[in-house]
């Protein structure tokens, strides 16, 4: 589990560590922060047994604010019960229900680490944060 950012603190999380954060959908960036973002940038969102990935991707040698600019946007919709598959990897697919409880604690314990480091660069963590349930 990746740790639990908000607003710029996120967005500057995802430019310098991690290419598959998901980024707060509450923050709108400036202008500045827009044209920067990575290469592939994510917001990921859940209800009720539904996760949606909406990745962001831009050609940047049409980087320049002043001219048009070609985007491409993809979404995608996994059921809860596919989202825990696809946490185990590939190779415990098959097992994902007997896998995943190791996972999860693995992804617990990284988060742990990941925020402490943030903390100790005096990153502020959004402990309201509440995970989707059964994470």
Request: negative net charge; charged residues 25%; proline residues 7%.
């Amino acid at each position: 589990m990746p740790p639990r950012l908000s607003g710029a603190n996120a967005l500057r999380y995802a430019e310098s560590s991690s290419s598959i954060y998901g980024l707060d959908t509450d923050y709108e960036p400036t202008l500045d922060e827009w044209m920067h973002l990575p290469g592939r940038t994510l917001w990921k969102l859940w209800s009720k047994e539904g996760y949606l990935t909406i990745a962001l991707s831009r050609d940047h040698p049409l980087n320049d604010v002043n001219q048009p600019g070609a985007y491409f946007i993809e979404f995608n919709l996994r059921s809860e019960k596919e989202q825990f598959r696809q946490l185990v990897g590939p190779d415990k697919r098959t097992v994902w229900q007997q896998a995943l409880p190791a996972e999860m604690k693995l992804l617990k314990e990284e988060r742990q680490q990941a925020e402490s480091a943030l903390r100790k660069q005096g990153v502020n963590i959004d402990e309201a944060y509440r995970d989707p349930p059964g994470f």
